[in-house]
């Protein structure tokens, strides 16, 4: 088990920026991937970023260029660094782990992301 407590949401403005944070309250170690997901009214959930233990990372094609993915191991905290936003990324953002071995997810409570003027 891990808990995980997104934060660093809030509205800003279109072609502003926001730093997300996700601490877990065990080693991130253990899990084969740390990611990010959001989910919009009306839609399904979906993956934003996800960084590997070995700091591989992968990104939605509406994002790549845009965010930044990154893990800080001593803190247990993964971050997305999130620039040049746009209406279309208003969302509520989850933090997710997911261990491999027994196809276990975790998730956060989610942070609320709205980019509106």
């Known amino acids: 088990q891990v808990q995980l407590v997104e934060s660093g949401g809030g509205l800003v403005q279109p072609g502003g920026s926001l730093r997300l944070s996700c601490a877990a309250s065990?080693?991130?170690?253990?899990?084969?991937?740390m990611g990010w997901y959001r989910q919009a009214p009306g839609r399904e959930r979906e993956l934003v970023a996800r960084i590997t233990t070995t700091g591989a990372t992968t990104y939605a094609d509406s994002v790549k260029g845009r965010f930044t993915i990154s893990r800080d191991n001593a803190k247990n905290t993964v971050y997305l660094q999130m620039n040049s936003l746009k209406p279309d990324d208003t969302a509520v953002y989850y933090c997710n782990a997911y261990r491999a071995y027994s196809s276990s997810d975790f998730w956060g409570e989610g942070t609320q992301v709205t980019v509106s003027s």
């Open positions: 065990r080693t991130i170690f253990s899990f084969n991937y």
